[in-house]
């Protein structure tokens, strides 16, 4: 079982849509939650951070659940410039900490 | 203000060749990650480094693989012989330090193909 799991999708949507994906992690003594946003051909870049209380960014909420260990991301009123890859992010401890990625979910939002 | 830099951005080289990937973090970050994507494996963790010393090396696949950091603004990572196998973005990423919620920033990264 992969340490992150996520559905690869794709989920597409149309504009205005709202759409959940969600992620699963296996360690419980996990730290630290995210999601990183990465576009076709870039770097990753971080979307937002997760908290236990849950957090909400503009269109975007993200909730944390530990005692199911998953996380999940909400996207109301999608954009065509929200189509890309939503990447997972659980920080962990084994050792030495580290940031394990899901391998992703991809959005297209058509019009 | 610059972010990670990394180079070259792509590379492409025959099987056994020796391929060194470079990278120059964030001024300031105390932490320096390599990572590996593919698309059947997803973004994999190789090595980290923090203030220049390696932490965790448990993700390097094998003894082909090494990194080094000489300094707080230089990283490589080197591959000697290369195999097709190898071919895959690899990204570096700096960060702050190692506090809970702490953003990595990545680099564009290098796409590497072996022949």
């Keep these: 079982r992969k340490e992150v799991e996520q559905d690869p999708g794709p989920f597409n949507v149309p504009e205005g849509a709202t759409v959940a994906f969600n992620c699963t992690y296996s360690n419980s003594a996990s730290q630290s939650f995210f999601w990183y946003r990465q576009d076709c051909r870039k770097e990753p870049k971080l979307l937002m951070s997760v908290y236990s209380s849950g957090n909400e960014d503009g269109r975007f909420t993200a909730q944390l659940n530990r005692a199911s260990q998953y996380i999940s991301l909400l996207i109301r009123d999608s954009k065509l410039s929200d189509s890309a890859t939503y990447l997972c992010v659980v920080k962990a401890r084994g050792g030495t900490y580290k940031y394990i990625f899901g391998t992703g979910t991809r959005l297209k939002v058509l019009a | ?115």
């Design chain 2, 1 to 115: 203000d610059a972010g990670v830099i990394q180079s070259p951005r792509h590379e492409v080289t025959e099987m056994g060749q020796e391929v060194t990937l470079r990278c120059k973090p964030i001024s300031g970050h105390d932490y320096l990650f390599w990572y590996r994507q593919t698309m059947m494996r997803g973004l994999e963790l190789l090595i980290y480094f923090n203030n220049n010393v390696p932490i965790d090396d448990s993700g390097m696949p094998e003894d082909r693989f090494s990194a080094k950091m000489p300094n707080a603004s230089f990283s490589t990572l080197k591959i000697q012989p290369s195999e097709p196998r190898d071919s895959a973005v690899y990204f570096c990423a700096s960060s702050l330090d190692h506090r809970s919620y702490n953003e990595q920033f990545f680099g564009p990264g290098t796409r590497l193909t072996v022949l």
